[in-house]
């Protein structure tokens, strides 16, 4: 932290904004008598985060949240858990078992990349897409036809 103590003002905006993560907001509660009169209040808000003395109680105080949420991870794990294993929705048990495997790193593709193995051996995609449109252009015709 810096050498100058902070005000209460300072640690009230520094507490408000890590746990936010709202500059305005803090501002607004930390120093409401100068909320309103001041003509640009994002600036204002924004310079106080580069306040040196701010700056540092902000990272103490993110520093122990970060510390509260890693001793609370256990019993978080153990909830999801117990829910992808005992609810009574799928859409939960589904839900819960997604958490874990993103836990664990376990993502989905981000990207799907189509190949054109198999029966179409190594015909390009765009072909592929060409002959499944036609189908489907010949299948309404045929549907057509019958209707009619």
Known sequence: ???RKPTKNEILFAKIYAETGDAIKAYK???EENAGKVKYLNQTAYKKLNN???KALIEEIQQGLRAQLVMLAPDALN???DLAMNAESEKVRLEASKE???GAGLKPAEEVKLS???IFGGTPVEDIRDMI???IDNTDEQTQEVKN
Do not use: K, L
Request: charged share 15%; aromatic share 14%; glycine share 4%.
């Open 1 to 3: 932290m810096s050498d």
């Open 29 to 31: 509660e930390a120093y």
């Open 52 to 54: 040196p003395t701010i």
């Open 79 to 81: 909830n999801i858990y």
């Open 100 to 102: 874990i495997m993103y």
């Open 116 to 118: 054109a193995a198999g």
């Open 133 to 135: 449109r036609q189908n």
